[in-house]
Every structure is written in C-alpha cells, then in structure tokens.
C-alpha cells in the first residue's frame, strides 16, 4: 500500500482522516491510498504567497526558463522512475511518451521559449507602443507581470504528468507559485513527479505545493490575485465555476473540459487515396491511445455517405489488430481504463448511444480481457446511420475507447454536424482540397479551438490529431469549457495581469527597460561598439557624421547590383509616381551608406549583425541630399555567457532633420 503524501508549507504530508482508496487499472486490487482532511490548506495558500511568489517574482524570466529547462532535464533523467508507476493507471509504454515524455517537452518548449521571446527583466511587453499626443511625448504601451496570488491546478486522472507540468511551467515562468490538486484515482503518478521536482532543489520554496485528496474550502478563499485553472468533467466544472467567492472576487478561472471531438473524412479522400488510410490509422489510433482517455480523442467519424462501409470495413480490420491487456508487457497496445468505476460509466454512456447506434465493433462480455479483475474494455465502434435525429451521439461522452461513424452529405451537411458537438477541443478534417479546407474552416472553425487539417503532403510531419501542442493553444468554447491554456507565450501571460501604461517616453523606458523613441539619449566619448556587451546601457546613442548622396551613387549601386528599376534611373519615369519628387536613392543603398557611417572598423565586442527589423523607408532621398544617423541601444538580451544580442533603434535623418529611415538593428555582442 503506498501513501499518497501532499507537500504543504514545506512538508510531506501522510494521509490521514478521510483518504480514500486508489486501484491499480490492471489488478483491480488497492494498492494506495491518498487525502487528509486535516490539511492546513490556509497555511498552503499563505506559504505559496508569501514565501514563494516573492522568491520567483525576484528571478527574472531568463532565470526562470533556465530553472524550468533544469528541472525537464532532472524529470527526462528520471522519467523511468514514473513510468513504472504510471503501468498501474493502465497506461502502456507508448502511452508514457505522451504523458511522461509530452509533459517534459512542452516543460522544455516553455523554457525555451521563454528565453527566446521574453526579455531578461521581470516586465513583459505585450504590443508596441501606441501615440497618444500628437508630438510623442504621452505614449501607451501595455505590459504584463505576475499577478501576486497562487495558482491552484486542479487536474484530470488521465495525464497525471502531462496535466501538472503543462500548466505549471507557464505559471512558473510567469512568476507565480502553484499547489497542484491531481486527480486522486493517479495522483500517486504525480505525487512521484512533485517529488522528483522538490527533491532536485531547483525550485525556491514555497513554488510548488501538493494536494492528494480533496481542496477543501480553499476555493472560498482565493482572490484576484490567485488563478484556478480546471481539467475534468463538465459536472464538475459547473459546480467549481458556480462558487460564490470565485464570482465575487472575479478569481480568475479556467477550464478545460470534456468535449465531442470530431473527425472529418473529405469529399475528396476516396478509399484508394492516401488520405483514406490516414484517417483510419488517425481515428484507430484516437480510439485506443490511453484506451480512449483523452479529452481530444475522436468520438464522432464522419464519412461521405458514399465511404461508409468501407470506413466500417477498414477501421474494424484496423481494430481486430489491437491487442489489450496488461501494460507492462511489450506486446499490449491498448492498456486499462484507470479504474473499474471508470470502465462502468463508459459501459453506461456506451449503452446511451447503443439507443441510436449500432455497435459495429467491440464485445465488453468478450474479448481477450474479459476475465480480467482490472478496468479492461475492448475498443467500441458504433455507427449512427441517422445523425440529424440523434442526440446522444452528438451529446454524450464516453471517456474510453468508443467513438461513432455517421454519413454526411455534403458540406453544408457537416458542418452542421460538427457544430452539434456545441463546442470542441479540436476537429480534424482529413482532405487534400483546400477548398473544402477553407469552407470548413469559414463555417465552423468559431466551434473548435483547433482544427487539424492533414493529408499525404503532411502526414509524414503530422503531429496527431488528438496532441496539444504547447506552441498552439488548447481549449474550446462551450461544451469544452470556454477556456485557454498553452499556445507559446500566451499561456505564460494567463497568470499575470495585462496593464496599459501610460506616460512621457522617460517614464515608460524607465518601467520597460526598453529605449523608446522621445526618451533620454546619451552619446558618451567611446564609440559603442567599441564597448562590451554588459558596459552597454539603454538609450546609448551613437549621432554619426553626415553624408550627401549623388547622383553618381545612385547609377554605381544600380549598375553594381543590378537593381535599375526606372524610379532611380528615371527622371520622368519617377515623377510620374505618385511617391516620388523625381530619381531616388535606393533604399538599400541608404541602409549601406547607414553602415558605413556608424561601424566601427577595428575587431572588437560586436561579432555579428544578425538582421533587423521594422524597417520603414519615410522620405525618399535624392542626389544632393544628405543623411546621418542616430544609433541608440534598445534592449539587451543576454544568449550565452559569451555574448548578448543588442537591439538598436536607427534613425537616417536628412539635412532638414527629417526621418527618411528607420529600423532595429540586431547584432550579438561579446
Ligand atoms: P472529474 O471527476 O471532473 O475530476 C477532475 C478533477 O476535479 C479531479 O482532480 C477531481 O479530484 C477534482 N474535483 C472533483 N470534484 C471537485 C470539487 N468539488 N472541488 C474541487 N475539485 C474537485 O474528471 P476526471 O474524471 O478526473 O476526468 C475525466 C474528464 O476530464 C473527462 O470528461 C475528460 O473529457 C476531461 N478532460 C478534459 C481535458 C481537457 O483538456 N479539456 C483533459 C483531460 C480530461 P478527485 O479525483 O479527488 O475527485
């Protein structure tokens, strides 16, 4: 018998009164037990608040991608660890990749992405800045930082790991500290991961707390501070979102749900097409990974009339070659539902659409585990030959390895079709005709939260209908909760608040660590890239000298290059343009001549110019002006220990002060 601990304020702690026992999916038999209700869940609340969101609000987000990227890398090193456990949820090998292995990648993506697209400061800019006086001296610029509560995880039985660690490197990376709430029937998995977390002492106290069992009243004391982020049921999640004190206090809250994905055979994808074989290797594959148990599994198929007995025919062919049983052994591809209170409710839901549907596939009384004393079903296939007057099929959701083949007509026919799921996590649509892909899209993408389109050009990259990536975002409108989590950087931003500042140029460097046009420059003796990557400060500028253009310029870079389109070798060509006085200088002849004005010849910090960006040519130049340039340091974000990159704002100006050019320049310092 194991023991489920929670870890609170700094402690393990055992169950207690209250706990409640834990299955192995495979046996039948109890072989954990977790919950205390004496839990001091005031105390957790206060820890995370107090001890840890200070300690991680200190870090900047460079410093906390990195810790993220160490603690994935402990997790990888570990991971065999919690795959022996995770056999006794009824998950196989394969299905640990996607919990275990799925959880520690997008662990990894946030830790790089949180590097790659956040400064290293503790304010995130969400947008440019917008003009709000005429002469740039009241600007706006809306910003992110950590909101100063806790976020409560409160997670579904089917990724024990997936579940904690996708929503908690986004918060961690925001700033914010979590208590993790896992679904008690595997929280043994997770107990065993939240372990290995604060055992690697990489995270500061107070960051991560644990709950096996229940949460008590917790709910009815969190504020506008906190964040309660929700896996599960729809049952529950309603009675969760109806909590008086969340509404009151407008804690914010998000939920992922249960939802009636669908899967969409195109017109086009005859039985002798690649596509065809996609599809039913795609719903096969949905149907028994994590024997069903996914939120985004593929519960409704739907096929062109004309293919559904070749649908039937290849997907039960595809369905006879599962074998299930006992996880553990090698040769198991569809493992146990996670308890045997689990596999009755599917039973229950199954026997709902066996009202409308005909079972075409799968025996509960027969098949290889039927004697078994642990959550075995096989995988069960209906087919709805009537959708427009069904309702269970388009409404009930068995959470295990069930799904429905339904006809359809023609688009307008499916679509309506997919839009009675009432909101999804995802629909797929397997075509090749990126005429159906668009209408399709048109018509229903505001149902789903992700459409997957794919077809022989992408299957070999495909990344699985049923995988929620962390770089897009997962969730979907009604029935599948209404919320939002991953998608890059979004995610991070979930946990802080977003607050428009507004001000003079100083003021708003001053909050952003970023040089904005209009504020403070300063032009010191040494040349700046002359000087190292940390001597560098924000709003250093380099006024370079001036140089006139001639006309003579203007026809060698021509000619040089190649580029002699009319409006620089043209006289009347050019004055017959709306934009253009007469002949102009190239653009890029402006950004060459820009670089000889401001490098610096000699070896030194700067190694690279690797690009740049918002370039906008403002005034045309013609022979006989003059141009110089104003290089000012932006931001500095640091890569390695070596070097930094350096985001310079360039301003080309001419012999009347005006801008003809202006971009940022990025170049990696040492
Ligand atoms: P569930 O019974 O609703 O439980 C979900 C979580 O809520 C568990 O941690 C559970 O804890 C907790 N909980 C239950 N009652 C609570 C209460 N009164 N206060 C606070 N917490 C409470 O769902 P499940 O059976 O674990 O998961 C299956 C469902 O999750 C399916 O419908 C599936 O579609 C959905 N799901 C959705 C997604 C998604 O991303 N949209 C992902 C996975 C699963 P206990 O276990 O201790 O009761």
Not at 452 to 475: C, I, K, V
Request: proline fraction near 6%; charge should be negative.
């Amino acid at each position: 018998m194991r023991n489920v601990h929670s870890f609170g304020a700094g402690q393990w702690i055992a169950p207690g009164p209250g706990a409640r026992p834990i299955e192995s999916a495979i046996t039948g038999d109890v072989i954990a037990q977790a919950g205390n209700d004496t839990l001091d869940l005031q105390a957790m609340r206060a820890f995370a608040r107090d001890v840890g969101g200070p300690a991680l609000r200190a870090m900047t987000f460079h410093d906390r991608a990195r810790m993220l990227k160490s603690i994935a890398l402990h997790l990888r090193d570990h991971r065999k660890s919690l795959y022996d456990l995770s056999f006794d949820t009824g998950a196989t090998q394969s299905d640990h990749l996607i919990d275990i292995d799925g959880g520690i990648g997008t662990m990894l993506v946030f830790a790089s992405k949180g590097r790659r697209e956040m400064p290293d400061g503790r304010v995130y800019l969400d947008g440019g800045i917008e003009q709000l006086g005429r002469d740039g001296q009241f600007i706006g610029q809306h910003i992110c930082t950590p909101l100063q509560g806790v976020a409560l995880h409160i997670n579904a039985f089917n990724f024990p790991v997936w579940g904690v660690l996708e929503k908690l490197a986004p918060s961690l990376l925001a700033g914010v500290p979590a208590i993790i709430k896992p679904a008690t029937a595997t929280s043994y998995v997770t107990e065993a991961c939240v372990r290995l977390i604060i055992e690697s002492g990489l995270l500061p106290n107070g960051a991560l707390q644990l709950i096996a069992g229940g949460v008590g009243d917790l709910l009815d004391h969190l504020d506008c501070q906190d964040v309660v982020t929700f896996t599960g049921s729809a049952d529950t999640a309603r009675t969760l979102r109806a909590n008086p004190n969340l509404l009151s206090n407008a804690v914010r809250f998000t939920v992922e749900q249960d939802s009636l994905n669908a899967s969409v055979l195109g017109l086009d994808a005859a039985p002798d097409t690649p596509e065809f074989d996609l599809f039913v290797q795609e719903v096969g594959r949905e149907m028994t990974t994590k024997a069903g148990q996914k939120c985004t599994a593929i519960r409704r198929i739907m096929v062109p009339q004309a293919h559904v007995d070749p649908v039937i025919h290849a997907l039960t062919d595809h369905l006879a070659k599962i074998t299930i049983g006992n996880p553990r052994e090698a040769a198991t591809d569809m493992g146990a539902l996670v308890s045997n209170r689990q596999k009755t409710d599917v039973l229950t839901k199954a026997d709902q659409l066996g009202q409308e549907a005909e079972q075409v596939f799968g025996d509960p009384e027969n098949f290889a585990m039927t004697q078994s004393k642990g959550a075995f079903l096989p995988p069960m296939l209906f087919h709805c030959p009537d959708p427009d007057t069904a309702q269970a099929v388009h409404d009930v959701e068995a959470f295990g390895p069930v799904s429905t083949i339904m006809p359809y007509r023609d688009l307008d026919h499916v679509v309506t079709l997919l839009d009675r799921g009432k909101g999804s996590l995802v629909a797929s649509v397997i075509t090749r005709d990126a005429d159906i892909a668009r209408d399709i899209t048109m018509a229903s993408a505001c149902f789903h939260g992700r459409l997957y389109f794919n077809n022989r050009d992408s299957l070999a990259e495909a990344t699985g209908h049923g995988a929620p990536l962390p770089h897009m975002t997962h969730g979907g409108p009604g029935r599948a909760g209404g919320g939002e989590e991953l998608g890059g950087i979004r995610a991070v931003t979930h946990y802080m608040q977003r607050t428009a500042i507004q001000g003079s140029p100083d003021i708003l460097s001053g909050i952003t660590g970023q040089w904005v046009s209009g504020a403070a420059k300063t032009t010191g003796k040494l040349h700046p890239f002359t000087r190292p990557y940390a001597d560098l400060a924000i709003g250093d500028t380099l006024a370079s000298k001036s140089r006139t253009i001639t006309l003579d310029d203007i026809d060698t870079f021509a000619h040089f290059t190649g580029d002699t389109f009319y409006a620089h070798m043209d006289e009347d060509g050019a004055q017959a343009n709306p934009f253009f006085p007469g002949r102009v200088a190239h653009g890029y002849l402006l950004l060459s001549f820009a670089a000889g004005l401001f490098v610096h010849p000699d070896p030194g910090p700067v190694l690279a110019n690797t690009g740049l960006d918002n370039l906008r040519f403002v005034k045309p130049v013609q022979a006989g002006d003059s141009i110089k340039v104003h290089l000012t340091v932006k931001a500095k974000t640091p890569r390695t220990a070596a070097y930094g990159e350096v985001r310079w704002h360039v301003t080309l100006t001419n012999q009347d002060d005006e801008a003809v050019a202006e971009y940022e320049l990025l170049t990696m310092n040492a």
